[in-house]
């Protein structure tokens, strides 16, 4: 039987997995699934209805209402939603906040799983989130679970967010990763969790040019030998 040849990064906020994944999806002329981006997407169409996160009634009952695709324009992936590209607003706090509210919910996650799917079915793909290799794609070739210590994960958005022009306080950015950490590993439908056969890799004290060596020497090893 062929090896599967797609590969799943899982892990936590600020880890580094679309900084990593990009990299190696442009080393492997592959495409590189931003699975977050789907649900910041939805978290989109769901503020823009002025629904509340916790509204568990009202986001499950508007799903259905959110035609959500994906284009890629020369490598780099395009979330549409209703007809529009949303692309720009993605990386919004208001919506990173919503897009790990509606998360919880299990409607959410099978509509974007089956889009995930879909995706993959078509080509090998590096994907990341928090459920790729436990519940999408359970068969990739390597499963990677990267993390770091919520400290560094933290200096490295407080970095982002200054060099933006924002300013911030990095205890605040620590609690905000912390929070978000929880939210994601301990929500009952496909909490953020290692799958068992995913290697772990602690990037912590590590480059992210370390990290993309680190992770193709895996994949050379698992898939392509
Ligand atoms: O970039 P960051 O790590 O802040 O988050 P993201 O990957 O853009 O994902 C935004 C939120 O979507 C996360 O906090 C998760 O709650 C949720 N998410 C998920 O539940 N499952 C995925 N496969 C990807 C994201
Ligand atoms: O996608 P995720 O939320 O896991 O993290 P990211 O957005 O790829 O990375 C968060 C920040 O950490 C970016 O500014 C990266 O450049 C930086 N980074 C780093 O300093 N060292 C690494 N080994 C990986 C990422």
Redesign the pocket.
Known sequence: MTKNRSIAID??????????AKEIAAKLDMIYVDT?AMYRAMAIYFLSLGLDGKDEAGICAACGGADVSVIYENGAQQLIVNGENVTPRLREEVVGQMASNCAVYGPVRSKLVELQRELADRTPVIM?GRDIGSVVLPNAGLKVY?T?SVEERAR??Y??LIEKGETCDIIEVEKTIADRDYQDMHRENSPLCQAEDAVLVD?SN???A??VDTILDLYRKAVAE
């Open positions: 892990g936590p906020a600020g880890a580094g997995k679309s900084t990593i977050g990341d990267l770091a490295r958005r970095k982002e990037s590590m480059t992210a370390q990290v």
